[in-house]
Every structure is written in structure tokens, then in C-alpha cells.
């Protein structure tokens, strides 16, 4: 199965932006839709938002509608997820995960920690 | 998009099966097959158990199983072994956006 690799950890001031990336190790990012889903500290799992990575077209989940950008670059076959004017409560291990079929992820990046603090 | 709603725990004595539901609307779980199931060991990375409510993919146990009545999905785990213990996770469509629940956390007494 093809591995997914995400960016390293971030810390960021509140009001910043961060920008995680998740490439395929071993295969193309074309032959997937990915979506983003972070877990805040002792917290359950939310859905962020996804790409088709072949059309380049995101959708998001409607708390994150402004704030976040999702994106597919596909010449460096990588998928990017930025969120903007973070707060404390943006503080959270953000993965990346395919999605074979919708709503099913299959295939989880390790899950990179972003810390926000002044 | 509201949550979709969990118990936040069950338990069950090793051999027994146990069932957590996941309670949603109209708008997800009740008006599409696209419900799935994930398991979450401490420190881990999510891993699914079921997708479009009753699939499994292949190398999971077939000790679980999902099923959906209405609004509400379910997932069964039969012959409860200790590996079990973990929280689990519904999740759903609901037209162009996807809601996760809350959690339960399964406890093998």
C-alpha cells in the first residue's frame, strides 16, 4: 500500500497561517482523492475537506469554509492543506488520508502536530 | 454539520459481542450507504474496519460487522478479545461534506 508522508511539526503565533503537505511515497497522487481530518488533543476526529486530486476540485466542511485551502500540486505529486487566522483551538495532529470510496479513508498519513501559542 | 452522535462508552467480558450506534439525520447517515468505521488505539493512526456501511476491507477481522436502520448506523464486534480495546469512530456522507462522531471508547473487561 502506498505510504502517505506528511511535513514535520509546526508551531505558529496565533492569527498565522500553516501549511501541511502529504505526498505518496512509491505512487501518484492522481490515482487518489484526499481528504483531511485533524484531532485536537484527547479529542475525536474532524473531517476538514477534501480534493479530487485529477479534477483539482475541493470541497470543505462548513466550519472551515474561508480558512482553509486545499490543493493538489501534481507535478511534485503533492497535496497541501493551509489554514489561516489559527487560535489555540487549532492546536491538533492534522493527517491526510485517501479516499478510495467516498467517505472512507483507507489510507492515513502519520499525522502532523501543529501547535499554536503566543 | 453537526456531529454525529456516539455513546461515549461501551464494555463487554471477552467472547461477548457488543454493538455501538451512531445516531445522524436525514442528511447523512439516513439518506446515504456511505457510512464508515474506524478503530484508533491510543497514540495511533485511525484504521477502518468497514466502509459503505457493511464492506470490509480486506485483512480485517470478520468479527466486525456494520449494519443501518434509518438514521442510524451500527457496528457489532463478536468474540470481544482484549486487542479490541480502542475508541471507534462512525463517519458519513452528507452531501459534498462528511461528518464524523464523537468516539466510543470500547473497554474489554
Known amino acids: 500500500q502506498v505510504q502517505l508522508v506528511q511535513s514535520g511539526a509546526e508551531v505558529k503565533k496565533p492569527g498565522s497561517s500553516v501549511k501541511v503537505s502529504c505526498k505518496p511515497s512509491?505512487?501518484?497522487?492522481?490515482?487518489?482523492?484526499i481528504s483531511w481530518v485533524r484531532q485536537a488533543p484527547g479529542q475525536g476526529l474532524e473531517w476538514m475537506g477534501r480534493?479530487?486530486?485529477?479534477?483539482?476540485?475541493?470541497n470543505f466542511a462548513q466550519n472551515f469554509q474561508g480558512r482553509v485551502t486545499i490543493t493538489a500540486d501534481i507535478s511534485t505529486n503533492t497535496a497541501y492543506m493551509e489554514l489561516s487566522s489559527l487560535t489555540s483551538d487549532d492546536t491538533a495532529l492534522y493527517y491526510c488520508?485517501?479516499?478510495?470510496?467516498?467517505?472512507?479513508?483507507?489510507?492515513w498519513g502519520q499525522g502532523t502536530l501543529v501547535v499554536v501559542s503566543s | 454539520q453537526s456531529a454525529l452522535t456516539q455513546p461515549a462508552s461501551v464494555s463487554g467480558s471477552p467472547g461477548q459481542s457488543i454493538t455501538i450506534s451512531c445516531a445522524g439525520t436525514?442528511?447523512?447517515?439516513?439518506?446515504?450507504?456511505?457510512v464508515s468505521w474506524y478503530q484508533q488505539h491510543p497514540g495511533k493512526v485511525p484504521k477502518l474496519l468497514i466502509y459503505?456501511?457493511?464492506k470490509r476491507p480486506s485483512g480485517v477481522s470478520s468479527r466486525f460487522s456494520g449494519s443501518k436502520s434509518g438514521n442510524t448506523a451500527s457496528l457489532t464486534v463478536s468474540g470481544l478479545q482484549a486487542e479490541d480495546e480502542a475508541v471507534y469512530y462512525c463517519?458519513?456522507?452528507?452531501?459534498?461534506?462528511?461528518?464524523f462522531g464523537g468516539g466510543t471508547q470500547l473497554t474489554v473487561l
Open positions: 436525514r442528511s447523512d447517515v439516513g439518506s446515504y450507504t456511505l
Open positions: 488520508a485517501s479516499e478510495p470510496t467516498t467517505a472512507s479513508f483507507d489510507n
Open positions: 480534493i479530487m486530486t485529477v479534477l483539482g476540485i475541493p
Open positions: 512509491g505512487g501518484s497522487l492522481t490515482s487518489h482523492t
Open positions: 463517519c458519513s456522507f452528507a452531501g459534498s461534506t462528511t461528518v
Open positions: 459503505e456501511v457493511t
